[in-house]
Structure formats: structure tokens, C-alpha cells
């Protein structure tokens, strides 16, 4: 099977001056189709560079990223554009979402820049689509300010999804939930992941990573442990004991 992520002795350096800052230090990895993946590490470790890597915002400065088979390095950037938007979803902690728009609008506009374009009619039945796959049907004509934190995620979820990727890159979706909306987010994923998505992650979250398949960790710009998740965790099962200890301590009160 041929990796949807393929980086062969990757390497990223930025320059300050005269001074190399190497953020991301010969690393090799495969990510199959279908695998969850939690890439951790702390401040510095290089984890975010990997990321907008992966994401095609940045070339290697050595080595070779292929992402489902293309040679990143070899494309111009107007190439880097159409694959990203062919090929990635993206999922960001603030959401990101236009606040003038509706969650349908939010939803379509990756859409927009794709080529070959859609017809209108096409985008709309594609964003509902998205939209229903995350639970938000009904909200599809409301904007950001009235929607949660964890709908504005969703909307953002859906927004990933709308050009059918075959990667979707999430960098700290949980950072600005709280803890049952963080479950019901990693639930959503769990469920794609189940469908067949392909899910890499970035959180700093020991607990949000459990609900993973996959941890990769990074220090100083290398991997430093990349194995599977032991006792991972099920966002369902975890609801559910939220849910009764919340309702023990309403009735102690």
C-alpha cells in the first residue's frame, strides 16, 4: 500500500541572518491510508514546522516529502495550491470561520478555489452533505456568533471536508473547548477515522492523543518514539462517563 505520507530524510531549516535554525531534523516516516496519528512535542520540538510541512505551506530543505504519491519539492507553487486543496483538509484550534457568512457559506468556500470548479447547486448539496456528516444540518444558515465553540468546530470540520480529501490535518482542534466538547470533537474524528480517513493531528494534550491509533513524538526536530496507542480511549464510552459523574455530583450538591 502506498503511504499517503511519505517523508524521506526531511529536513527544514530557517535562517536568521547567518544563523541556521534547523526546526525539523532527518526524519523519515510513513502515514498509511486510514491511519489516526498524534504528533506531540514540546515547545521547539519542531512539531509545527512538521506540520505546515505536511500541510504543503512549507518545502523541505532537504530531503523528500511525497504526499499520496507526489514529490512535493518538484511543484511550483501555484501546484502546491491545487494540491492542497485537492489533496488536505485542514483544522485549525481557532476555527477560522468568516463570521459574515452562514455555516453553509463557511462550508462551501474551499470549493471556491477549486479547479475545475463546481456548478453553485453542486457546492450546496456537498457543503449540506459535510454539514450533516458532523451533526449540524439543522444549523446550516447560522453564523459563527451563534453557534458554540464546539459547533464553530464542527463547521470547521466540515469546511476539512468538503473536497473529499484524502488527508485531513488537525492542529490543536481541542485547544479552545472545554472537556465534554473536546470528547464530542474527538469522537467526530474517530468516526471519520472509522469511515477510512486518513487523521494526523498535532495536540500537547497526553489525554486527547489517547484517542488516537498512533503517537509520534518530537524533540529538538527529530522523532524521538513513534508507537502505537496502548489502552486508547473511545470518545463515546468517555461521554458516557462524564455524563454520570456530572450527574453525581448534582446529586451531592
Not at 520540538?45 to 516529502?65: A, F, Q, V
Not at 446550516?140 to 451563534?146: G, L, M
Not at 456530572?246 to 451531592?252: D, F, P, R, S, V
Request: net charge negative; charged share 25%.
Amino acid at each position: 500500500m502506498q503511504p499517503v505520507i511519505k517523508l524521506e530524510s526531511f529536513a527544514k531549516t530557517y535562517y536568521t541572518g547567518e544563523v541556521e535554525v534547523p526546526a525539523v531534523r532527518s526524519v523519515s516516516l510513513d502515514i498509511l491510508s486510514g491511519e489516526f496519528v498524534a504528533i506531540m512535542g514540546a515547545s521547539g520540538s519542531g512539531k509545527s514546522t512538521l506540520m505546515n510541512s505536511l500541510g504543503c505551506l512549507d518545502r523541505p530543505t532537504s530531503g523528500h516529502y511525497f504526499l499520496d504519491g507526489v514529490n512535493v519539492g518538484d511543484l511550483d507553487r501555484d501546484q502546491l495550491a491545487d494540491l492542497r486543496n485537492q489533496k488536505i483538509g485542514f483544522v485549525f484550534q481557532g476555527f477560522n470561520l468568516l463570521s459574515r457568512t452562514s455555516a453553509l457559506e463557511n462550508v462551501e468556500l474551499p470549493m471556491l478555489y477549486a479547479r475545475p470548479g463546481r456548478p453553485a447547486h453542486e457546492q450546496r448539496k456537498l457543503a449540506n452533505k459535510a454539514l450533516a456528516l458532523v451533526g449540524l444540518a439543522e444549523r446550516a444558515d447560522h453564523h459563527p456568533n451563534q453557534l458554540s465553540g464546539g459547533q464553530q468546530q464542527r463547521v470547521a470540520i466540515a469546511r476539512a471536508l468538503v473536497n473529499e480529501p484524502k488527508l485531513l490535518l488537525a492542529d490543536e482542534p481541542t485547544g479552545n473547548l472545554d472537556t465534554h466538547t473536546s470528547i464530542e470533537i474527538m469522537g467526530i474524528f474517530q468516526d471519520l477515522n472509522q469511515r477510512g480517513m486518513t487523521i494526523v493531528m498535532v495536540t500537547h494534550e497526553l489525554d486527547i492523543a489517547r484517542y488516537t491509533r498512533r503517537s509520534v513524538i518530537m524533540r529538538d526536530g527529530r522523532v524521538v518514539s513513534d508507537q502505537p496507542v496502548v489502552q486508547r480511549l473511545v470518545a463515546t464510552e468517555e461521554l458516557e462517563k462524564l455524563n454520570r459523574e456530572q450527574q453525581a455530583i448534582q446529586l451531592t450538591s
